[in-house]
């Protein structure tokens, strides 16, 4: 075997290691003179395809906040403020159809009847209006407090 090899075995097991995962949320994104945006700051499932999304918003929301309010550790906790919870719906979303991508059995026989169905329904929901529809404002001014 070459060292690749030899060295994947002499790895332990670090966890669970399943095709659908979550990330733990940092309690806060910020200090008085550091923030940090997208994956760093808040990692959905890479099956939820949201990844870019919310980087882009995150991009634009401190963009703005930077813009608006001098103090740049006030404007990271506005940032903050704004985004997380967009944010953690979103990757509370995603946890909940990531529980359904993993089954055996007689749920995965229910899940591939009934999905379909229920993804048309869903399709035309607020739920996916609030998520695929979301806009930004740059003209809006922010605040230094919501």
């Not at 953690?88 to 229910?110: C, H, L, P, Q, W």
Request: some cysteine; glycine content about 6%.
């Amino acid at each position: 075997a070459g060292p690749a090899t030899r060295l994947i075995d002499a790895t332990p097991t670090i966890g669970n290691a399943s095709a659908v995962h979550s990330i733990p949320h940092l309690p806060t994104w910020h200090t008085d003179r550091m923030v940090v945006i997208g994956d760093a700051a808040h990692a959905p499932s890479p099956s939820s395809g949201q990844g870019a999304s919310l980087a882009i918003e995150d991009a634009v929301v401190l963009a703005k906040c930077l813009r608006d309010i001098a103090d740049p550790a006030e404007a990271f906790a506005r940032y903050e403020e704004i985004r997380r919870p967009r944010v953690e719906r979103i990757i509370s979303n995603a946890a909940k159809v990531n529980s359904n991508k993993t089954v055996d059995g007689f749920a995965r026989v229910m899940r591939d009847l009934f999905l379909p169905m229920i993804l048309k329904v869903v399709a035309k929901s607020s739920h996916m209006e609030k998520t695929y529809g979301h806009r930004i404002d740059w003209e809006e001014v922010v605040s230094p407090t919501g």
